[in-house]
């Protein structure tokens, strides 16, 4: 470990700062919403303009409510050029509306004629002078005779009136004495405040030399200091939120920077990936590439995810999944049963104690705001560009061939995709599967995608589809019928083997919708041995049953054929991938259970093959908990669940019913992201959503979203081949 790679360390960990920076703000922007924090803001800033007895009328302008979520929230910002014509719109309606008894009605600002303006403005001052007048005539009369003088109770409650100054609940009855100079003292401030906002607008007309067009620039002007004046006070309002937010997060998702940037030095992949992440953000402005939702609100445009704090929040995390959570492995988790049971010699106290400094590390780098590292991160960037430049430049790496092993792959967002037309083109011959890497590859992934979604056709169209890829197949299909302890069990299994002298892909077919038997199929949840081991030792697993008889058979006749079928299309030396979709997936786990593991009956025997892989997609849990361990060691990174979003199908059966999924899961967000191993919590708040309206359109998407072309579509796009618009085979 050199300096070099502790400088890209640090770069990674001022990315995460960077992303969690974005999250937490996004948080309280979120929070800030429910809460109307900035329509507050806002509130407040329109109110140091305009006067609190104008505002009133300002926030029931028609432009202004369109910005409104609800009657009861101010906007939480309002354009310039709004604001403007809204100012205009009050001044002269001033002299105009209100001569007409229409003191609401909104005038068009584009017939307004300096002329009007000029009158409009003038007119408000007569009216200020008028107001102090009366204010004056209250004064006097209340110091002559007080509540008794008979014009004092009429000339208070006009005034009031006329400043939007909450009257007395009693005043009907006649106003109480010790409410009176309470009453005149508002009605000073609020004069005072008016007699300062008409200086403020003669002296921007002035200044516009008489020229509408100016006076709005004028009057944008004077908005955007006072806004940006109401920002810093909102800002300093919103530090202790901030820090307590940052401090949530780290330890919600365990952020501590001591881990981080230890995981970041161990690991030289993941290291170079934020690296790299962190050269693509630094590329795109921070503070201009902000969206102006409120304008765009305004418009009636859509708005993008950027607007909306929990769709922003859904961009932001996949970034950081791969150096923060709670995993089996953290030590803070293999401790929680001795602090749950307050076994105190057994809590590891330093490990807790630097996880708590790594956590208060992190909340407060947090709470130093995203353009704080955004800035910082460029610096380093360049740094590292000119050091990296000078320490290796000319120098090439010696390219050494590895032998062909398992492929390792960090938790985390894939940033894997395919470039270049060549590679495409290649990509439609079966010759591009790459044979030297077992596991986890996404090139061998979507070739698998493709046999599972083929493997629906009939018979004359897989075999002509893979003999155009320029592989052979074997199509099959085993049906039978039979009574079993007084229930009939139906059984049609469908599957296809593509090869050549390198590579064989076993897919096996998933429920069909026009098929009732693949459903009756998925209904026997019960849990029994496996058929094909029951005068053997099986340690407690247990499968279930529909599954395990559709991939056995009458006597074990379906994996027979299977298994015969497999053995000529295989040899010594060639790798088999197995995979299937829904009921398919299913099949594709218990037949390399099969395969690894045969009963002792079994005719056909796999002991020279070597499984390079099996990718499921949609699949349901097929075993109880011994079963999945047993696969899990089986099958070591060698197993991937392909999950795509809201498919409800891999949620079944139910954990409950002591079912559980075995391997790794890649999993498409609602973006269309593809994640590896995302914590719960993450799927969780993907599938999340707070627009209501949307809520039947999410519930259709539990079934759209189990679609094998959902699939497909969804791993062409994370390699780079096409939107799900361009989806072929």
């Not at 205009?88 to 609401?104: H, L, N």
């Not at 008794?148 to 009136?161: C, E, G, K």
């Not at 699949?619 to 809201?646: C, I, T, W, Y």
């Amino acid at each position: 470990m050199n300096a070099l790679d502790m400088l890209d360390a640090f770069i990674g960990l001022i990315t995460v700062y960077l992303i969690l920076s974005l999250i937490v703000t996004a948080t309280v922007e979120y929070l800030g919403q429910i809460f109307g924090l900035r329509g507050k803001t806002v509130k407040l800033a329109i109110d140091q303009l305009v006067g609190e007895w104008r505002s009133e009328k300002f926030f029931a302008h028609p432009r202004i409510k369109n910005l409104q979520q609800d009657d009861e929230r101010y906007p939480s910002a309002i354009p310039n050029e709004i604001f403007s014509e809204v100012m205009i719109d009050m001044v002269v309606g001033a002299a105009y509306g209100e001569q007409r008894g229409e003191a609401t009605a909104p005038v068009v600002c584009s017939a307004i004629n300096p002329a009007q303006l000029e009158k409009s403005i003038v007119y408000l001052e007569n009216t200020h002078k008028q107001h102090q007048e009366l204010l004056q005539q209250i004064e006097t009369a209340w110091k002559a005779n007080g509540a008794a003088d008979p014009q004092f109770q009429n000339h208070i409650l006009q005034l009031r009136s006329a400043l939007h100054i909450a009257t007395d609940p009693k005043s009907k009855r006649g106003l109480q004495t010790e409410k009176v100079e309470e009453s005149l003292t508002a009605m000073r401030h609020a004069l005072a405040d008016d007699q300062n906002i008409l200086m403020q607008i003669k002296k921007i007309w002035g200044e516009a030399g008489y020229d509408v067009a100016a006076f709005r620039k004028g009057l944008e002007g004077w908005y955007q200091a006072t806004t940006d004046r109401s920002r810093g006070w909102f800002k300093r309002k919103l530090i202790p939120l901030i820090f307590g937010t940052g401090l949530v997060v780290s330890i919600a998702v365990n952020a501590d920077t001591i881990r981080i940037f230890s995981t970041l030095m161990q690991n030289d992949s993941l290291r170079q990936s934020y690296v790299d992440a962190a050269i693509e953000r630094v590329k795109v402005d921070f503070n201009t590439s902000s969206v102006k939702c409120s304008e765009l609100k305004s418009k009636g445009s859509d708005l993008p995810a950027e607007c909306d704090p929990m769709d922003y929040l859904k961009t932001q995390i996949p970034e950081v999944i791969s150096v923060v959570g709670w995993e089996d492995t953290t030590p803070l988790v293999r401790a929680f049963p001795a602090m749950k049971e307050l076994a105190w010699n057994k809590i590891p106290w330093g490990t807790l104690l630097l996880s708590i400094i790594g956590w208060l590390m992190t909340a407060i780098a947090l709470s130093l705001g995203g353009s704080f590292w955004y800035n910082l991160l460029k610096k380093l960037v360049l740094i590292r560009t000119s050091v990296r430049s000078v320490t290796q430049g000319g120098d090439e790496e010696e390219n050494e061939e590895k032998p062909a092993g398992t492929a390792q792959v960090s938790r985390g967002l894939i940033r894997t995709a395919l470039t270049g037309a060549e590679q495409m083109q290649e990509f439609k011959k079966f010759a591009s599967f790459d044979d030297k890497c077992f596991g986890y590859s996404l090139t061998n992934a979507l070739w698998c995608a493709r046999m599972s979604n083929l493997v629906y056709s009939d018979k004359a169209v897989v075999e002509a589809q893979v003999q155009e890829w320029g592989a052979s197949v074997t199509f099959g299909e085993y049906t039978d019928r039979y009574l079993k302890d007084g229930a009939e069990i139906i059984i049609d299994t469908q599957y296809a083997i593509a090869y050549d002298d390198r590579v064989a892909i076993l897919a096996f077919r998933g429920t069909e919708k026009d098929r009732l038997d693949d459903f009756a199929t998925d209904a026997k949840y019960q849990q029994v041995r496996a058929p094909w081991r029951e005068d053997e030792s099986d340690e407690g697993i247990r499968l279930h049953s529909g599954f395990a008889a559709a991939l056995h058979g009458t006597g074990g006749a379906a994996w027979t054929q299977i298994g015969d079928a497999l053995a000529a299309a295989t040899k010594k030396g060639q790798s088999l991938w197995i995979t299937g979709h829904s009921l398919g997936g299913a099949l594709a786990l218990l037949a390399a259970y099969r395969v690894l593991e045969p009963g002792s009956g079994d005719s056909v025997k796999f002991d020279g093959l070597s499984i390079g892989g099996v990718y499921t997609f949609g699949q349901p849990r097929v075993g109880n908990g011994k079963f999945a361990e047993r696969m899990d060691v089986l099958l070591p990174s060698r197993h991937f669940q392909v999950v795509n979003n809201r498919d409800i199908v891999p949620l079944i059966p139910l954990k409950s019913m002591d079912y559980k999924h075995s391997g790794r899961i890649i999993y498409f967000n609602e973006l269309g992201q593809a994640l590896i191993d995302p914590p719960v919590w993450y799927r969780g708040l993907d599938k999340l959503t707070l627009d209501f309206g949307k809520l039947k359109e999410k519930g259709f998407e539990t079934v759209k979203d189990h679609s094998m072309a959902g699939y497909v579509a969804a791993m062409r796009q994370t390699l780079g081949m096409g939107t799900p618009d361009t989806v072929t085979i």
